[in-house]
């Protein structure tokens, strides 16, 4: 699921939700809507396809008087995308409208209990059971309803609810969900994520599991699972309202490529302070580093693959054998786990379900957990007792890009800061691989402005058929995440593989005009791909390769070549994963694709 929005104050409650959910575009969804309440009674509005269909419908609000109101952005999971499955719900009497995050589990048992007892279900989807149970259980006491109907509900959920014989009231709750609460002066709001709330706010509460909360203009009291009142931190939000927008680019994904030396710099520089890697939040002895046997690294998607290239730096300096596995297969494999594993969790939301259900299941076996994540207050932070935050800021365009590279970038510090405490590294060595890891932001600055060409590149490789990448070790690590960005933004096919392996079958698919992108950049093993790359060539392929500027015997082989400057070997795939960012998002806007919220995705993946 995708968004939710609440506000309750003194203004017209519409068009602060409206400007909320925009706020939320970048999570994908595929309909929205919104509910007010004025003198009483509750009005929804709701569509399927783009907010911007939403502002029409209602005029930017104008048209959906009252102070309180909670919205929606769906992503289909329950029922097709359609204006009737679309949130707010509303209850049969009308007298509750509510938004729901997440799935509930048993929404077929519920369903039939309640059309059994005369309740008219609407839409195909699991969450019209909540808005239901809230009527059935409504006796005049709103927070009693509240309880009791989250008390039958198995799975997950972030809930507002909105009453019409509560004026200015809303409820909020969650359970394995994000929420957060935001406090304004005569208004408070939640939210989904932090980006709906810092126009209006930056003070913040974030709700944990099995808490709710009940929102006023004046005050907001949050309840444990039992109802009783417990006091919460507040938190500073410290995003800008700025970092949130496009900044004079044409996309986000565009906007965040380019912010990447920044963010890799936020989070390396912090913790590199009188040539020593000081981490915060990280509390490995020695000789608990020395007691790890083996470390899993999890997570889905693009953090799957930084995880791919990590493993390389982490088992080089380290010594000890690193196993990366997709959380989503992780989850339900029987894994080796032990007292004697660390595992690296990976999410830049903190959010991502596969992932927290991995994590859960090797605790339970006795994992020690180390995560990287970007949003303060997520999940995953706050079922670790080791994070340490990327510091990325945040993220719109649906595909990663600076998430990534702070993620893998997190990844070589944490390698080099162990293999130091474990005694690994040479002074020398480790003052050396300090100076490599400093100067990835310059290196990746670099990248950006050596590379004018790729536009015409992308637009010449853009065959409308499939891309190869292929490479070796870091090469074939970074590989997998560039092909990943050609396939989510630009819709072409495009698959990443070890080019030691072209002949095991793979080359068969080799024909005149195949575009290859071919990845050089790591010096050890370059000359065997540069042999691979002749074999496709026989064939008929025209190859575009990635290479360390100065290297000349590439030229010599391929049809066109791209430069990253040198860096050391382990932490080459940081550069190199810039220029394949680029040509993606060049090949996706010749393809006129909707590049920062591509069909089909959504940005935080929290329900399986």
């Known amino acids: 699921m995708c968004g939710i929005v609440g506000f309750t104050g003194k203004q017209n409650a519409a068009p602060i939700l409206l400007e909320g959910l925009k706020k939320l575009e970048y999570r994908g969804y595929d309909s ?28 930017n609000g104008a048209n959906m008087p009252g102070h309180s109101g909670i919205g929606h952005t769906r992503w289909a999971t329950h029922g097709a995308p359609t204006d009737i499955n679309a949130h707010p719900h509303m209850s049969c009497d009308g007298r509750f409208s509510i938004v729901h995050n997440g799935i509930i589990e048993n929404y077929l048992e519920l369903r039939e209990e309640l059309t059994a007892k005369g309740y008219a279900f609407r839409s195909q989807t699991d969450t019209e059971v909540i808005v239901h149970l809230l009527e059935m259980y409504y006796d005049g006491d709103l927070k009693s309803a509240v309880m009791k109907t989250t008390s039958r509900l198995e799975g997950s959920y972030a809930i507002g609810v909105l009453c019409a014989d509560c004026p200015g009231t809303i409820m909020a709750v969650r359970e394995a969900s994000p929420l957060i609460l935001g406090i304004g002066v005569g208004e408070n709001f939640f939210a989904s994520d932090v980006t709906a709330l810092v126009a209006y706010t930056r003070n913040a509460i974030y709700l944990d599991d099995g808490e709710f909360a009940e929102l006023t203009p004046e005050r907001i009291t949050v309840y444990d699972c039992t109802g009783t009142v417990i006091q919460k931190p507040v938190s500073r939000i410290t995003w800008s309202v700025e970092a949130a927008e496009k900044g004079g680019y044409e996309h986000f994904m565009l906007k965040e490529i380019m912010e990447q030396p920044r963010a890799v710099k936020s989070a390396l ?42 493993k390389y730096a982490i088992e080089k300096l380290c010594h000890i054998p690193v196993d990366v596995q997709l959380a989503s297969e992780l989850r339900y494999g029987e894994p080796q786990i032990d007292s004697g594993t660390l595992l690296i969790v990976l999410s830049q939301s903190g959010e991502t379900a596969d992932t927290i259900a991995a994590m859960k299941e090797c605790q339970s076996l006795g994992a020690r957990v180390l995560a990287i994540v970007n949003v303060v207050g997520s999940t995953i932070a706050k079922l670790v007792d080791n994070t340490l935050y990327t510091w990325a800021g945040p993220e719109i365009a649906v595909a990663t890009t600076k998430g990534y590279t702070t993620q893998l970038s997190v990844l070589y510090l944490f390698a080099v800061y162990a293999a130091h405490t474990m005694e690994l590294l040479s002074q020398q060595e480790y003052l050396r691989l300090i100076r490599e890891l400093q100067s990835i932001p310059q290196k990746i600055q670099q990248t950006l402005d050596m590379n004018i060409t790729l536009p015409q590149l992308a637009k010449k490789y853009n065959t409308g058929h499939s891309m190869f990448y292929i490479g070796r070790n870091t090469d074939y690590a970074a590989a997998l995440e560039g092909a990943l960005k050609m396939k989510e933004i630009s819709y072409i096919h495009a698959e990443a593989y070890a080019a030691g392996e072209l002949k095991h079958g793979t080359i068969a698919l080799i024909d005149e005009g195949q575009s290859v992108i071919a990845l050089c950049c790591n010096r050890h093993i370059a000359e065997k791909t540069m042999n691979n ?55 996706a806007k010749e393809n006129g694709c909707d590049i920062d919220k591509p069909k089909n995705l959504e940005k935080s993946v929290t329900v399986e």
């Not at 309440?37 to 396809?49: A, E, L, N, Q, Y």
């Not at 269909?53 to 005029?59: A, D, H, I, M, V």
């Not at 981490?279 to 999890?298: A, M, N, P, Y």
């Not at 590439?554 to 400057?565: F, G, K, N, S, T």
């Open 269 to 310: 520089a912090p913790r590199i302070q009188n040539d020593q890697i000081q981490l915060d939040d990280f509390s490995f002895t020695k000789e608990d580093l020395r007691g790890i046997k083996k470390i899993v690294v999890t997570a889905c998607g693009s953090a799957y693959y930084a995880g791919c290239a990590g």
């Open 32 to 59: 929205a809507g919104i509910a007010v309440c004025k003198d009483g009674v509750i009005s929804v509005s709701k569509v399927s396809g783009r907010i911007a269909n939403l502002c029409e419908k209602t005029e």
């Open 533 to 587: 790359i002749v074999e496709v060539k026989a064939r008929g392929a025209q190859v575009l390769a990635l290479a360390v500027k100065g290297d000349r015997a590439v030229l010599a082989q391929a049809d066109d070549v791209i430069y990253i400057p040198g860096l050391d070997p382990l932490f080459q795939s940081v550069a190199e994963i810039i220029p394949l960012q680029l040509l993606a998002y060049y090949a």
